[in-house]
T-cell receptor, first 115, second 114 residues
């Protein structure tokens, strides 16, 4: 079974500052993908960034980057130059295409960006 | 390109009543998922369709939940009868055959059972 753990229920950051959200996971699969999704109050789940497990290079998308530590099964999200629009729930998710084809989500971290 | 469409956005019912949710996936997406998201939790998979076939319904409470995806496009998720514990957000997502991993989510239906 796959598991995803987010140990920070809530976090806050000052506007323009940097914040890091933590995620650990467990899977027996060798081929998998990791994601960070953002869910604002509108409830729409929006993909922020993805990481293929076979790639050693950490993914980046503009102000968003990840620190993927495969041996430690750790996948943290760094948000630089935080903006008010970044206020949302952030979910770490694990996808294994080998059989399950499903996303397993963590419980989420509520991020508040303070003006 | 239109995104995943769900309706209704909100539904309030009394316990023991039936309720149905509708999902229209992105055009051409053959895989469709229904998730349930309890308050303060991440989404959990209920059922996955590949075209019109339900290929993973192991987490669907079959005594009261049912789903269908006629013609492999739109899908309906039904609860009959609803219980208080069914209050949650029900999310639909779809994925194309050419996208190995990315799922696109709809806005969800927030169900409140009184």
């Amino acid at each position: 079974a796959q598991t995803v753990t987010q140990s920070q229920p809530e976090m806050s950051v000052q506007e323009a500052e940097t914040v890091t959200l933590s995620c650990t996971y467990d899977t027996s699969e060798s081929n998998y993908y990791l994601f960070w999704y953002k869910q604002p109050p509108s409830r729409q789940m929006i993909l922020v960034i993805r990481q293929e497990a076979y790639k050693q290079q950490n993914a980046t998308e503009n102000r968003f980057s990840v620190n993927f530590q495969k041996a430690a099964k750790s996948f943290s999200l760094k948000i630089s130059d935080s903006q008010l629009g970044d206020t949302a729930m952030y979910f770490c998710a694990l996808y294994s295409g080998a059989g399950s084809y499903q996303l397993t989500f963590g419980k989420g971290t509520k991020l508040s960006v303070i003006p | 390109e239109a995104g995943v469409v769900q309706s209704p956005r909100y539904k309030i019912i009394e316990k023991k009543q039936p309720v149905a949710f509708w999902c229209n996936p992105i055009s051409g997406h053959n895989t469709l998922y229904w998730y349930r998201q309890n308050l303060g939790q991440g989404p959990e998979l209920l059922i996955r369709y590949e075209n019109e076939e339900a290929v993973d319904d192991s987490q669907l409470p079959k005594d009261r939940f049912s789903a269908e995806r006629l013609k492999g496009v739109d899908s309906t998720l039904k609860i009959q009868p609803a219980e208080l514990g069914d209050s949650a957000v029900y999310l639909c997502a779809s994925r194309s055959r050419t996208s190995r991993d990315e799922q696109f989510f709809g806005p969800g239906t927030r169900l409140t059972v009184l």
